[in-house]
């Protein structure tokens, strides 16, 4: 049996999806000859730690009932930097400023001979380079599944399954919330003020929406794509960016009349990066509704993928997660 220790860093939707997923899939693991064992819990009040395993359903519950996982006032870095275990999962949240808390968590952790997980987009969309970097000057592992499409398995299919394959160019859909606002105000002819409401109403669109529905959250899911899959060391700041503020439920209506629909975009290939709305065919692969996600993939060998799912939610994306560790799990 391989034990392999790990940290949650930010136990909110998703750390509390990871925590649940391990729950639920211990024993099926643990038959696979690997026993996960969560040793440190951080949110942003204080941790549990606990180096022969947390009970994580009592985590769980203390999180829901008080708030807080704290038992004690060690910080995030405390924990990554002196708690023996094999891999950090960082997810803390967004920040596309100076990519903090989760930069210093990520850099601390491979200083400290830790393999990193996460599904924070931050650090990955300013630093990427230099976080890959840190990880292979330390001979440790760096796995982001999580921060791009949410449970859509796009780097793993990428590096693993289409090994050998060049990479074309990629495009899809890689914002929830816009493509559940572009989706409604096509099919209830409701302009955008309205839908933007519904989804705000719904959880679907935050309170300030506008790093969704300005493209800046699909044009850093892209850097990362674009560096991970074609080796470039972009920013979000070099994508040209375009939101959907502008589109009128009229624009939708004449798309739709003439078969097809409008979504926000996003293309990488030939050193091009752009996320912008477009018109795509009612009947073409991009053309998912709701709150879906979709990456389409253009290689030499295996002609067009496309894949589709869910692009965010606390399980769904604790499983892309959880397949990130099992990774390191096997191969570390
Ligand atoms: N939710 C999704 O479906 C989804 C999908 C894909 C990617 N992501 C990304 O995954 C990350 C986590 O998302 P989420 O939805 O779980 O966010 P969330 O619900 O806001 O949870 C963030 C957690 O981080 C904790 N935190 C904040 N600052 C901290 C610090 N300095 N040290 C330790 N913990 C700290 C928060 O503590 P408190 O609980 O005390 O506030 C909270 O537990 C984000 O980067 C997000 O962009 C989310």
Redesign the pocket.
């Given at each position: 049996m391989k034990t392999v220790k790990l940290s949650i860093?930010?136990?909110?939707?998703?750390?509390?999806?990871v925590a649940r997923s391990i729950v639920l899939k211990k024993e099926a693991l643990k038959k696979q000859g690997i026993d996960l064992r969560v040793v440190g819990i951080?949110?942003?009040?204080g941790c549990e730690v606990n180096a022969n395993g947390i009970d994580l359903k009592s985590a769980l519950l203390r999180?829901k009932e008080n708030?807080?996982v704290a038992k004690g006032a060690e910080?995030?870095i405390d924990i990554i930097r002196e708690i023996e275990q094999d891999i950090i999962v960082e997810?803390?949240?967004?920040n596309i400023e100076n990519g903090e808390?989760?930069l210093s968590?990520m850099t601390a952790a491979f200083e400290s001979g830790r393999h990193v997980v996460?599904?924070?987009?931050?650090p990955l969309a300013l630093c990427f380079s230099d976080l890959k970097e840190c990880a292979e000057d330390n001979g440790l592992i760096f796995r982001y599944e999580?921060?791009v499409g949410?449970a859509i398995p796009i780097f793993n299919l990428v590096h693993e399954a289409l090994a050998g394959n060049t990479i074309i160019g990629i495009e899809g859909i890689l914002n929830g919330t816009t493509n559940y606002i572009l989706t409604r105000m096509a099919e209830e002819r409701l302009p955008y003020e309205h839908v933007l409401r519904e989804a705000q109403e719904l959880g679907i669109a935050e309170t300030d929406p506008t790093y969704d529905v300005e493209g800046i959250d699909s044009a850093c899911k892209l850097v990362i794509l674009a560096n991970s899959i074609f080796g470039q060391s972009a920013t979000y700041r070099d994508v040209d960016v375009t939101g959907i503020t502008k589109i009128t439920p009229e624009a939708l209506e004449l798309a739709g009349r003439n078969n097809y629909v409008v979504k926000l975009i996003c293309e990488a290939g030939n050193g091009v990066l752009t996320v912008a709305p477009h018109l795509v065919p009612r009947r073409h692969p991009l053309a998912v509704g709701g709150t879906l996600n979709v990456a389409s993939i253009l290689t030499d060998l295996a002609g067009r993928i496309t894949i589709s799912g869910k692009?965010?939610?606390?399980i769904?994306?604790a499983s892309s997660i959880l397949s990130d560790i099992l990774y390191i799990a096997r191969n570390s």
């Open positions: 860093i930010g136990f909110g939707a998703v750390g509390q999806g951080a949110d942003s009040k999180k708030g807080c910080s995030a997810v803390t949240p967004t808390p989760g968590n996460t599904s924070n987009k931050g999580a921060t949410g692009g965010a939610g606390s769904e994306t």
